[in-house]
């Protein structure tokens, strides 16, 4: 499954949705969210997103474990507050899948991200069991 190049700022593209809050924690010097706690809600979202989709009835020795992720920032983002994480299949590889990913606070997308994650059955590299292309496929 490759699916044309997509939008990830266009909250249309998004099927599957989850929140997470601001905290002020996730704040730096400067009083704007740090570049740390995008990273940590796009991980909200694509965990999220595993545990919906990918792997719902996952067997004790499958998981998948993430391989690259790239951000791009997008809008300043300040505490308080919460973000909507949108989050969507963009390649299906033999092992791999590159989820893509957008974060939205007050409808405004503040960072975008692509992440790969690998299919793992006991804690090496495996092929993409149907049943999950299958879930996949029904996402698109």
């Avoid at 990273?39 to 989709?53: D, K, N, P």
């Amino acid at each position: 499954m490759s699916v044309p190049t997509i939008d990830l700022t266009d909250p249309r593209v998004y099927r599957h949705w989850t929140t997470d809050t601001v905290r002020f924690s996730d704040t730096d010097a400067a009083g704007h969210v740090n570049n740390v706690a995008y990273a940590a809600y796009c991980e909200t979202g694509r965990l999220a997103y595993a545990y919906s989709i990918l792997l719902p009835d996952r067997e004790p020795e499958e998981s998948f474990i993430l391989a690259r992720i790239s951000i791009d920032y997008r809008r300043e983002c300040r505490w308080p507050g919460a973000v909507r994480i949108g989050t969507a299949p963009v390649k299906l590889g033999s092992t791999s899948i590159t989820l893509g990913s957008g974060v939205f606070k007050d409808d405004i997308c503040v960072c975008t991200a692509e992440a790969v994650v690998v299919f793992r059955q006991a804690g090496k590299p495996a092929p993409i069991p149907e049943r999950i292309r299958a879930r996949l496929e029904a996402d698109r």
